[in-house]
């Protein structure tokens, strides 16, 4: 628990310093976090990150965040704006390197990589996206306070007092408990953050806000929990003593940002 707390701590500074400095500094962070947790994916079955099929997925994350880099950047990335989709190119080269193989790279793991690559590489380039806007840097601590609180609330309540499974197919530590405190957890802070900035919007959509945003963090989890459930490990990686890899760091982060886009867009 100490380790945990005290990894915990240097993380989250240097996370939100980044955030702080800026967009590129920012950006930067989140790429590498990308490419290391596009690693660890391909290391939960036991693809060496040397390999072909690995280095194409983290190709394929590099175009998505360049395509979206230039959505935000009107400077010298402008002319990639109008590149093709990121993801069509991705599959692309992963169904002309299944015929190249001659089958030693089969549809089975070009499946499971190129899944991988797509979430992850659009989860952070949607991370990503949202500093460069308009209040982003707002916003993003928002999203990233209330899904850290929903995190917190759930693991140390749940801890302690939870009783009744949440999903114990997929993640048997979890509690009902520990999810409902999590989420209220996510709507208290929203609330304040509402509060100490009032042009965020009022009461109604602080708590939208906030029951929204925890809800998706806590499927982010749920998803990677599913998918080191699967593959019969605990921890995505060991980069981060007491939490494990970046991955299981990221998870939480990486389904709030993109539920967040896709109610931007609708």
Not at 36 to 43: C, D, K, R, S
Not at 125 to 147: A, C, E, R
């Amino acid at each position: 628990m100490k380790q945990r707390i005290i990894t915990g701590v240097i993380g989250a500074s240097g996370f939100l310093l980044l955030l702080w400095l800026g967009s590129w500094w920012y950006t930067s962070l989140l790429f590498l976090s990308a490419l290391i947790g596009f690693i660890e994916f391909a290391q939960m079955k036991q693809i060496s990150w040397k390999k072909p099929q690995v280095l194409l997925g983290l190709l394929t994350i590099g175009l998505i965040f360049l395509h979206g880099l230039a959505q935000q950047e009107t400077g010298f990335l402008e002319r990639f704006q109008q590149m093709p989709d990121p993801v069509i190119i991705g599959l692309v080269l992963y169904l002309i390197f299944i015929v190249l193989s001659r089958n030693h790279f089969d549809i089975h793991q070009m499946a499971f990589l190129f899944v991988g690559a797509v979430y992850i590489g659009i989860g952070f380039s949607y991370m990503m996206q949202m500093v460069w806007k308009p209040n982003g840097f707002v916003i993003s601590l928002l999203v990233i306070f209330i899904t850290w609180s929903s995190d917190s609330g759930a693991y140390f309540i749940g801890r302690k007092w939870g009783k009744k499974k949440l999903w114990p197919q997929i993640s048997p530590n979890k509690t009902m408990e520990g999810s409902i405190a999590g989420i209220v957890s996510g709507i208290l802070i929203s609330i304040f953050m509402f509060m100490i900035i009032p042009e965020l919007g009022g009461l109604f959509t602080a708590m939208i806000t906030g029951l929204m945003i925890s809800i998706a963090g806590q499927m982010g989890d749920l998803i990677e929990s599913a998918w080191k459930r699967t593959m019969g490990i605990k921890d995505s990686g060991s980069l981060l003593p007491g939490h494990g890899g970046v991955l299981d760091r990221f998870d939480s982060l990486l389904f709030s940002f993109i539920v967040l886009h896709i109610a931007n867009i609708i």
